[in-house]
Antibody, heavy 126, light 111 residues
């Protein structure tokens, strides 16, 4: 059974960089049938898709990356085939970036996220 | 692009049916039969209950059904049960620029 697990600092200072890693087990991140994405949920609010990536069979290129327009200037997603992980970086964070961050696998070119991590609450504070 | 629009909250009594709407635009829901509905209980990750507008994953009760008309998708829950009390989120593919959009979520209370 595919499993995903988020890890990283739970507290980040304002204006610094949020960095999270998602470790995938029970399946390969190299499959190009699926995309690997990050979604966040501010406390008491709805879900927001951040971005997704899929492994192209070689070093990933820009064609395999998709970001939500409102965060595109601050977000980087990358993948590591050797460790079966993918990562999220959000630069210049503010209190508005405080949220539960989920990593998930989805069907390519869709919003079908069938496998999710448990989520990690990241708080941004000065 | 704005999030999809859902009612913030709805309620119903056990045994009743309720329908949650999710309104988008001609660039997302109206263009693709790629609407997904998620159920989320407190402290848990979301779970797919409907995909591709009206398909149910294995193991999901047939009390859940989905439909779409124009730019609006709907989730109907029939024979409400206490365990259906949860947050429900709609999601749509939105093309290669915006890509994925979620709704704001609907909190369902079973009275």
């Amino acid at each position: 059974q595919l499993q995903l697990q988020e890890s990283g600092p739970r507290l980040v200072k304002t204006s610094e960089t949020l960095s999270l890693t998602c470790t995938v087990s029970g399946g390969s991140i190299s499959s190009n049938s699926y995309q690997w994405g990050w979604i966040r949920q501010p406390p008491g609010k709805g879900l927001e898709w951040i971005g997704s990536i899929y492994y192209t069979g070689r070093t990933y290129d820009k064609s395999s990356l998709y970001y939500t327009p409102s965060l595109k200037s601050r977000v980087t997603i990358s993948v590591s085939r050797s460790t079966n992980q993918f990562s999220l970086r959000v630069n210049s964070v503010t209190a508005a970036d405080t949220a539960v961050y989920f990593c998930a696998r989805h069907v390519r070119s869709s919003g079908e996220f069938h496998f999710w991590g448990q989520g990690i609450l990241v708080s941004v504070s000065s | 692009q704005s999030a999809l629009t859902q009612p913030a909250s709805m309620s119903g009594s056990p045994g009743q049916s309720i329908t949650i709407s999710c309104t988008g635009t001609s660039s997302d829901i109206g263009s693709y039969n790629l609407v997904t509905w998620y159920q989320q209980h407190p402290g848990q990750a979301p779970k797919v209950i409907i995909y591709e507008v009206n398909k149910r994953p294995s193991g999901v009760s047939d009390r859940f059904s989905g439909s779409k008309s124009g730019n609006t998708a709907s989730l109907t829950i029939s024979g409400l049960q206490a365990e259906d009390e949860a947050d429900y989120h709609c999601c749509s593919f939105a093309g290669t620029t915006t890509y994925v959009l979620f709704g704001g979520g609907t909190k369902l209370t079973v009275l």
